[in-house]
Nanobody
């Protein structure tokens, strides 16, 4: 079982930056692929970014490519999402997720077994 706790959300003006963190429990963090998803009001939860257990494979949604950076520190059991050049359309609840499969770095919701409670990101225009 893995427990995930996100932090770092908040209110920021368009063009600003935020850094989200997701702290994970457990001793096998480095074996989990980790992902970030987001859900805006009235919309489906969508993929944002994912990173393999070693950090060697990384994927981004086209909408955030070049602006967001996912990274992880396995010694701290933490995954990060650095968000730059934020836009009002980035406003959403951001969730981190963990995938216990060692065979993929998923970009689909169903690829992930464990989810955090989410952190709100609001970008004002």
């Amino acid at each position: 079982q893995v427990q995930l706790v996100e932090s770092g959300g908040g209110l920021v003006q368009a063009g600003g930056s935020l850094r989200l963190s997701c702290a994970a429990s457990g001793r096998t963090f480095s074996s989990y692929a980790m992902g970030w998803f987001r859900q805006a009001p009235g919309k489906e939860r969508e993929f944002v970014a994912a990173i393999s257990g070693s950090g060697g494979s990384i994927y981004y949604a086209d909408s955030v490519k070049g602006r967001f950076t996912i990274s992880r520190d396995n010694a701290k059991n933490t995954v990060y999402l650095q968000m730059n050049s934020l836009k009002p359309e980035d406003t959403a609840v951001y969730y981190c997720a963990a995938d216990r499969s060692r065979l993929r770095v998923g970009v689909q919701r169903n690829d992930y077994n464990y989810w955090g409670q989410g952190t709100q990101v609001t970008v004002s225009s």
